[in-house]
């Protein structure tokens, strides 16, 4: 059973670009959650999404950031126009269910240039 | 979201155990207990959960003070590859495994 999967491990893109993460939570895993660490900083919390639906978008930025668990596939944390400031690594995770282990993928590091 | 506290930093030598604390005073009755960790240039790793009772697995045991205010990891032999940034964190029972994390403490592991 792999476990959470995340592509691409890096990602460079210029200001102004779109930037797409995928997450591939664990087989039989239907929450998912997205976390935000910037250089030198602590794990932020950003969304918690079940199967085609957002739970909790409390930590998502009101603008440019958005993030889909659709039925078939991965879920995609979308940052579109890329500025300097979101350079950070985006870590998914997910669970089976509430108040049980969450599962971390390797992250995704994403350099704005 | 009920807060923790956490020592910035803690040392300990191979081989001996190692006994994490974290304050949680302001802890509700269906708040979980949980603890991870992240190593270098890692995600972060679940090592143990808790709500009252004691709580042991193959990584670490949890003790779990009988008020709830505080509770301690302990990694009963470090090795080296236990140097991480340990995390607790509170959950609301019931509701999301939505994590807030602190700043952790961060363990150093001496040969």
């Known amino acids: 059973n792999a476990g959470v999967m995340q592509n691409p491990r890096h990602l460079v893109r210029r200001r102004g670009q779109e930037a797409r993460l995928r997450c591939s939570p664990m087989k039989g895993h239907s929450h998912v959650y997205w976390y935000r660490q910037l250089p030198e900083e602590g794990l932020k919390f950003m969304v918690y999404l079940q199967k085609e639906n957002i739970i909790d978008e409390s930590g998502m930025p009101k603008e440019r950031f958005s993030a889909e668990f659709p039925k078939e596939g991965p879920s995609i944390l979308r940052i579109q126009q890329v500025v300097r400031g979101d350079s950070a690594a985006y870590f998914c995770?997910?669970?089976?269910?509430?108040?049980?282990?969450?599962?971390f993928g390797q992250g995704t590091r994403l350099t704005v240039v | 979201d009920a807060k923790t506290t956490q020592p910035n930093s803690m040392e300990s030598n191979e081989e001996e155990p190692v006994h994490l604390p974290c304050n949680h005073s302001t802890i509700s009755g269906t708040d979980y207990i949980h603890w991870y960790r992240q190593l270098p240039s890692q995600g972060p790793e679940y090592v143990i959960h808790?709500?009252?009772s004691n709580v042991n697995n193959r990584m670490a045991s949890l003790a779990i003070a009988e008020d709830r205010k505080s509770s301690t990891l302990i990694l009963h032999r470090a090795t080296l590859r236990d140097a991480a940034v340990y995390y607790c964190?509170?959950?609301?029972?019931?509701?999301?495994?939505?994590?807030?994390f602190g700043t952790g403490t961060l363990l150093a592991v001496q040969p």
């Open positions: 995770a997910s669970s089976l269910g509430v108040n049980t282990e969450a599962f």
């Open positions: 964190i509170l959950t609301y029972g019931g509701a999301t495994n939505k994590l807030i």
């Open positions: 808790g709500l009252t």
